[in-house]
Nanobody, 125 residues
Framework: QVQLVESGGGSVQAGGSLRLSCVDS????????MAWFRQAPGKEREGVAA????????YYADSVKGRFTISRDNAKRTLYLQMNSLKPEDTAMYYC??????????????????WGQGTQVTVSS
């Protein structure tokens, strides 16, 4: 059974930075995708960034391109999301997710098989 545990959320002022981490356990193949999603109150869960576990491309939502970077340290079994130049509209619960059948540009939440519990990010103006 795959388990995902996020950390690194917090409260920052606009323009600040945070790095989210997601440690996984259980079997995750190189052919899988991992992604970061976020969900603000009253809004749908949206895919922010995604990457293949093995070598491959990455995906970023237009709203975070140039500001967020997704990466994975396979040796540490940790997925990261470096968030720079944070804006108040980035405020949300952030979730780590894993998907067996990887389709890097398909970030619909319903296609992801495993989820973490989430970590809150709050950006004040």
């Amino acid at each position: 059974q795959v388990q995902l545990v996020e950390s690194g959320g917090g409260s920052v002022q606009a323009g600040g930075s945070l790095r989210l981490s997601c440690v996984d356990s259980g079997y995750i193949a190189g052919s899988w995708c991992m992604a970061w999603f976020r969900q603000a109150p009253g809004k749908e869960r949206e895919g922010v960034a995604a990457t293949r576990v093995g070598p491959g491309s990455t995906y970023y939502a237009d709203s975070v391109k140039g500001r967020f970077t997704i990466s994975r340290d396979n040796a540490k079994r940790t997925l990261y999301l470096q968030m720079n130049s944070l804006k108040p509209e980035d405020t949300a619960m952030y979730y780590c997710a894993a998907r067996v059948a990887c389709s890097i540009f398909n970030t619909q939440a319903r296609n992801y098989n495993y989820w973490g519990q989430g970590t809150q990010v709050t950006v004040s103006s």
